[in-house]
């Protein structure tokens, strides 16, 4: 400001040099308060790729012309008579720029598409066919990325937070969405940039990224793991044919996060080994009985079902061969079992009903039919009344009839 007024004074002074003070002092009043640019707001953080408006408003004094105007990332000229760059002829800006203002006092421009490189201080400059604006206030933009910021791993049953950081206060407030693995999620949010993952479970884990409603930027991943305990630990038995004196390994496998490194075995509740996998060489019928593992992690720990080794003879075979039995396995016999039993009542069932219908068929007789209807038992209960004694009406009427022969 000060230096234009400066700068408008000696122009004053050496295009009138003859003029009184008083009429100096007069024109430099006038010219401090008429030329102007001012920048609302003059700070703006803007997300990468998004457009940016940058609002901007001039004054000049009345009766000046306006020769050139332009948007320059240019603060310092040497010389009062070079220009800076103008923008809209800058390559790197041209395509991007849109200049929305007017003439008379609007010098908004629009700049799309931004990148980390269009992070500067922007000025607006313009020049009358009198003199010429070089003000050094501008509008700062800053130019932000978006990043997820959560915790590595998280136990199941836990809250978590995830945040959605920027560099700096976003200008534009849009609300934040959210995805996992790249599909939109409608989980809480408890700020608007945060979202709340309550009481984890394991199909939260992902990988979560965040974007603002209405712009394409979406930021990059986080992968969220979600820790859980060993479960349904399961025995697998190889070879699954086993003749004594074979080499055989029990083997445990469970699901947890992370991988359980930690297994137990037991046989007939006895400690007999540790490792994942459990190695008998040479089966024995001593090695009969029944086998449990458990598996373990930071996080807990779980047994197996129980896997029962029987050493049984076979007749035709000339060494004794193991029957393997799991007690899942007999909880699912027990289940088929129930399942057959059921299946047998619903058949009784229709088949009962079945004969019924079939007797009722068969003495079909428009009284009879009418008894066999399941949904008309009151009414043909009263039916059957009346056409009973009808019928007992005719009998009575036929009875007293003495027979022809007679
Ligand atoms: C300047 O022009 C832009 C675009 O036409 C408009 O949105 C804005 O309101 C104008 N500003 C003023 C102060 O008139
Ligand atoms: C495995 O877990 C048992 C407790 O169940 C613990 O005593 C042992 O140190 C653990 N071993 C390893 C290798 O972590
Ligand atoms: C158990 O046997 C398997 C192959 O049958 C072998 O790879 C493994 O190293 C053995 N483990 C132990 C503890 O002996
Ligand atoms: C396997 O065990 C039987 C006794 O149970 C023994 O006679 C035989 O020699 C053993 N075989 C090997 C290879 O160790
Ligand atoms: C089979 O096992 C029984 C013990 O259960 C043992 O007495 C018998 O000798 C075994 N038979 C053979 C052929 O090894």
């Not at 008894?371 to 009263?382: F, G, M, N, R, V």
Request: include cysteine; proline fraction near 5%; aromatic fraction near 10%.
């Amino acid at each position: 400001m000060s230096f234009n007024t400066i700068y408008l004074t000696l122009m004053s002074v050496r295009m009138a040099p003859r003029l009184p003070l008083i009429f100096l002092l007069m024109i430099h009043g006038v010219s401090s308060a008429d030329w102007g640019v001012s920048y609302s707001p003059s700070h703006i953080c803007a997300l990468k790729t998004s457009s940016v408006i940058m609002s901007c408003t001039y004054t000049y004094p009345t009766g000046h012309q306006i020769m050139k105007m332009f948007w320059t990332n240019t603060k310092e000229i040497k010389d009062k008579h070079e220009e800076s760059p103008d923008l809209s002829e800058d390559p790197e800006y041209s395509q991007r720029l849109q200049y929305l203002g007017d003439t008379q006092q609007n010098c908004t421009i629009r700049l799309s598409h931004v990148i980390q490189k269009d992070q500067h201080m922007y000025y607006f400059r313009f020049r009358t066919n009198i003199d010429q604006w070089i003000g050094k206030q501008g509008v700062t933009l800053t130019v932000t990325d978006l990043q997820v910021e959560a915790p590595e791993r998280v136990t199941e049953g836990h809250n978590v937070h995830l945040t959605c950081k920027s560099s700096c206060t976003l200008t534009d407030r849009a609300t934040f969405i959210w995805y996992r693995n790249s599909q939109p999620l409608t989980e809480r949010r408890d700020r608007n940039n945060q979202l709340l993952l309550q009481s984890v479970r394991r199909e939260d884990a992902g990988r979560y990224s965040c974007a603002l409603h209405g712009h394409s930027y979406i930021s990059p991943a986080a992968h969220l793991s979600v820790m859980y305990p060993p479960e349904n630990p399961v025995i697998f038995i190889s070879p699954s044919v086993i003749v004594e004196g074979d080499s055989v390994t029990l083997s445990c496998s469970s699901d947890s996060n992370p991988p359980a490194l930690n297994f137990s075995w037991f046989k007939g509740g006895t400690f007999v080994g540790s490792g994942r996998n459990y190695n008998i060489s040479n089966i024995s019928s001593d090695h009969s009985g029944v086998y449990k593992c458990k598996s373990r992690n930071e996080h807990g720990e779980k047994y197996s079902d129980a896997v029962t080794l029987n050493i049984m003879f076979h007749p035709g075979a000339d060494r004794n061969v193991t029957v393997i039995t799991t007690t899942s396995g007999g909880l699912f016999i027990i289940i088929i079992i129930i399942i057959i039993i059921f299946i047998n009542i619903i058949n009784i069932i229709i088949i009962i009903w079945f004969i019924m219908k079939q007797r009722c068929v068969k003495t079909e007789d428009n009284r009879v039919k009418q008894i066999c209807d399941p949904s008309e038992d009151t009414y043909t209960a009263l039916e059957l009344k009346s056409t009973t004694s009808d019928l007992y009406d005719t009998l009575t009427t036929v009875r007293p009839r003495p027979p022809e022969d007679s």
